[in-house]
């Protein structure tokens, strides 16, 4: 199945996508205004981030669970239901509390949506294209974003907080009505969802998280998505505006790099997941590795670290994005149809739980080497920040021992089912030889 309507079922899943992460990062944009509103301190409203991204990873195995048993469409109409109601309860809200009511809606609602619209893709498309749309659905999902930082800014600065979010919240009823009319979670009529009791809800996850590879999404997850979430929602500016001391333009080039580059190299990744399937693991690997190298070097700094070292550190940041998608890819191709929106929502949790890890961590070494004296009455200082940043060189650690551990797991696993995954260095010899052969054969069909 891969006919026009397909297209259409993916382009509203994509929207609804798209919107969800516009409402996501709404309120990063917001916080001067935020800070006046609500008259509240930088820690309280962090508390709005911390919230809404705690509910989201929450979610993400009661949502998984509940798209194999409802379908993704009724998910996603909800999700932007939740969404919409978060966004008017923070147009109007007055106080800390009832805007933290206003996010946590809006955390509910963006839960529902990625799973969901990943959920649709085995149903509509032919297996070979799903790697390169899951990249697509996560690249065009970014650009939301950009929604957040030029459209809705630009309303927020002229006409003020009310306006800017019922305009995003009024973005959420679009893509509802768009899913409504749009989206049917399969070519076939009823199917796409499975109807379970609940003792076989259980049973179907116990199956999702006992499965190798679904924990080998989950730590992938882990381990290459943080650093670039890390970086762009929360510390990536200050550090390196306040402790590299570049201009705030070079900063934002800085940041819009990030997302070029996310850009750019997401559908080399869904090409290469598609091509090498038994070699996702060493790309996740030597993406874990890439980015442990990069901030190794720009740490070990004696003083600010020179532009071009910087550049390297952004890029390899943001090739963590697309490469996280991996992630989903063996939680796709090690599970069963019936338990896939299950096995996704588990690997989502991944890289969630290890970013709000780390941005807590590093708010607390800051902190307190503030408070020690350590930073020299800065909090933001470039010693401090050094150290600091340094804890997510742990994270990335913990992260990457697991990927290497279950990845033998996985690989014994399909060996003892007759599947073994031939090493690198026979399959490089076989490709060489393959090549010699073509050439000393002229005439051949490639
Ligand atoms: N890995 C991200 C999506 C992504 C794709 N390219 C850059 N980032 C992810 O896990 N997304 C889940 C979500 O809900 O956004």
Redesign the pocket.
């Known amino acids: 199945m891969d006919s026009s309507r397909a297209w259409l079922v993916w382009a509203a899943g994509v929207v609804a996508?798209l919107v969800?992460?516009t409402q996501?990062t709404t309120f990063g944009v917001a916080g001067i205004e935020a800070t006046d509103r609500f008259d509240a301190s930088a820690s309280q409203l962090s508390v709005f981030t911390v919230v809404q991204l705690l509910v989201?990873a929450g979610l993400q195995v009661p949502v998984g669970v509940l798209v194999d048993r409802w379908g993704p469409r009724i998910l996603i109409v909800a999700g932007g239901v939740l969404m919409t109601a978060g966004q008017v309860q923070l147009a109007f809200a007055e106080s800390v509390g009832a805007g933290i009511v206003g996010r946590l809606l809006v955390g509910a609602g963006?839960?529902t949506?990625?799973?969901s619209v990943l959920r649709l893709l085995p149903a509509w498309f032919p297996f070979h294209r799903i790697p390169v749309l899951t990249?697509w659905?996560?690249?065009i999902?970014?650009l939301g974003q950009i929604v957040s930082v030029v459209p809705f800014v630009a309303v927020l600065s002229a006409f003020g907080w009310q306006p800017a979010f019922l305009g995003a919240a009024s973005l959420s009823v679009l893509a509802v009505v768009l899913a409504l009319v749009m989206i049917r979670d399969s070519p076939e009529a009823g199917s796409g969802r499975s109807v379970q009791t609940l003792r076989q809800t259980g049973t179907s996850l116990a199956e999702a998280w006992k499965q190798p590879g679904t924990r080998l999404g989950l730590w992938t997850?882990f381990t290459i998505?943080f650093p670039?979430?890390v970086f762009v929602l929360m510390w990536g500016y200050p550090y390196l505006v306040r402790a590299e001391k570049l201009s705030d333009g070079v900063a934002s080039a800085l940041l819009s790099l990030f997302v070029v580059v996310?850009?750019a190299c997401?559908p080399f990744l869904g090409r290469y997941v598609g091509r090498h399937p038994l070699r996702r693991s060493t790309m996740v690997l030597a993406i874990a590795a890439a980015i442990g190298l990069a901030w190794t070097a720009v740490l070990l700094q004696p003083g600010p670290a020179p532009l071009p070292l910087l550049i390297l550190l952004v890029t390899t940041l943001?090739v963590?994005?697309?490469?996280?998608?991996i992630?989903?890819d063996f939680a796709r191709t090690f599970n069963v149809a019936s338990r896939l929106g299950t096995a996704t929502g588990i690997v989502?949790i991944g890289?969630?739980l290890a970013s709000l890890l780390s941005m807590f961590v590093i708010g607390v070494i800051l902190d307190l080497l503030l408070g020690s004296g350590f930073s020299g009455g800065d909090l933001y200082a470039l010693a401090s920040f050094r150290i600091a940043m340094a804890a997510q060189l742990v994270v990335l650690a913990v992260g990457t021992v697991n990927v290497v551990i279950i990845r033998g797991r996985v690989r014994r696993r399909m060996a003892e089912q007759g599947a073994p995954v031939p090493p690198i260095r026979e399959v490089i010899a076989r490709e060489r030889a393959r090549r010699r052969g073509r050439r000393g054969t002229p005439g051949e069909a490639p």
């Open positions: 996508y969800a992460v996501r989201y963006d839960a949506t990625f799973i990249q659905t996560g690249i999902g970014q997850h998505q670039g979430t996310g850009i997401g943001a963590g994005g697309p490469g996280s998608m992630a989903f989502n890289g969630f």
